[in-house]
């Protein structure tokens, strides 16, 4: 049997070390179970992940991604993976549970409730929760790692603490990113960077920029900026309000693959668009909706920036 863990790899098939509890979530990749590690008591997330591929065993790819994720879940605002097991389906194919700390709610359902009970999410939590993310983000970014779907569902959290732990890291590279999950639901078109959608090839850091940027207007808003539903009304969402681009604002843009001629609009008021933003929050944001990926902050830029001063970061 090939190596997939480190020294955390006893056992590396015995799936009876955990008791499947109710399923909470569907990654891109696969299904995830609150799961109760019988030996200790303790609840986990149990990711059970097909193996694209029907070659036996576990390809390398996905074992270097594995130890990616491994690495870069030593930082407090990425979820920790703990473990990885490799077992067999009925089919006598190969595939892997990672295990994963346990959150015990994400910011899609955290946003929803403020939705239907019609308050805001208070400033100062909204500022905390995108502190944690830039930080997390500056810490994958720093090791050249792209997460590229970046979006409420993959930010867990604990309500208690209002810590903020991103997932759906890693594998993402192993597998190339999907057009549709494997359960053929439809991928969320939002938080995706207006390069990517217009066909670049080489894209950055940048793109989950981009994801975060759209991720604070929702948290102050409680709505999507951009809820387009096809990779043109995504498209256009975002030209209505920040103009439709050219090669002044954005260098190159008419020669990217998917470029064509657009509706012309001229931009709108972000302060407008995002009410209950301060200045500086509004400031911060227009840097994350950049067009030209070159001039998007990064997210160790954003974590410096004025709209976090007077949060303790320390503690953070
Ligand atoms: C919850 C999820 C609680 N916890 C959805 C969820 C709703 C409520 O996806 C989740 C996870 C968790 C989760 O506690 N640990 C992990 C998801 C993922 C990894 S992944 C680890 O990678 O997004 O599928």
């Given amino acids: 049997m090939e190596m997939i863990g480190g020294e955390a790899n006893k056992g590396a098939t015995a799936m009876e070390a955990f008791e499947k ?18 030996a200790t008591g303790k609840i986990v997330a149990l990711k059970k992940t097909r193996l694209h591929e029907d ?19 030593r930082d407090p605002h990425i ?15 190969t595939v892997l549970y990672l295990v994963f700390e346990y959150m015990d709610t994400d910011l899609k359902k955290f946003i929803r409730t403020f939705r239907q009970s019609g308050e805001h999410i208070p400033s100062p939590i909204v500022k905390s929760l995108m502190f ?28 208690e603490t209002m810590m903020l732990k991103i997932a759906d890291l890693g594998l993402a590279r192993a597998f190339t990113v999907p057009l549709k999950k494997y359960t053929h639901e439809i991928l969320t078109l939002w938080y995706r960077a207006p390069e990517v959608l217009l066909g670049a090839t ?25 809820p387009g539903d096809s990779e043109l009304q995504q498209l256009l969402h975002i030209f209505r309000l920040l103009g439709t681009p050219n090669e002044d604002v954005w260098p190159g843009v008419s ?26 929050g509004l ?11 070159a001039k998007r902050i990064s997210a160790k830029a954003a974590m410096e920036h004025r709209y976090f001063d007077g949060l303790n970061k320390d503690s953070l």
């Fill in 21 to 38: 509890l109710e399923k909470v979530g569907e990654g891109t990749y696969g299904k995830v179970y609150r799961a109760r590690e019988k």
């Fill in 202 to 226: 080489h894209y950055s850091t940048a793109v989950d920029i981009w994801s975060v940027g759209c991720i604070f207007a929702e948290l102050v808003t409680k709505q999507a900026i951009f």
């Fill in 283 to 293: 400031d911060l944001l227009l840097q994350m909706l950049q067009y030209d990926p």
């Fill in 132 to 159: 944690q993310l830039c930080k997390g983000v500056a810490f994958f970014h720093g090791h050249g790692i792209l997460h590229r779907d970046l979006k409420p569902h993959n930010l867990l959290m604990d309500r």
């Fill in 79 to 93: 979820v920790k993976l703990m473990d990885v097991k490799q077992g067999q389906n009925k089919e006598g194919k």
């Fill in 255 to 280: 020669k990217l693959k998917d470029w064509h001629e657009y509706p012309q609009w001229s931009p709108q008021s972000l302060a407008k668009a995002v009410p209950n933003l301060d200045e500086m």
């Fill in 55 to 73: 070659e036996e065993g576990v390809p390398p790819t996905t074992l270097r991604e594995v130890s990616i994720l491994r690495m870069l879940s």
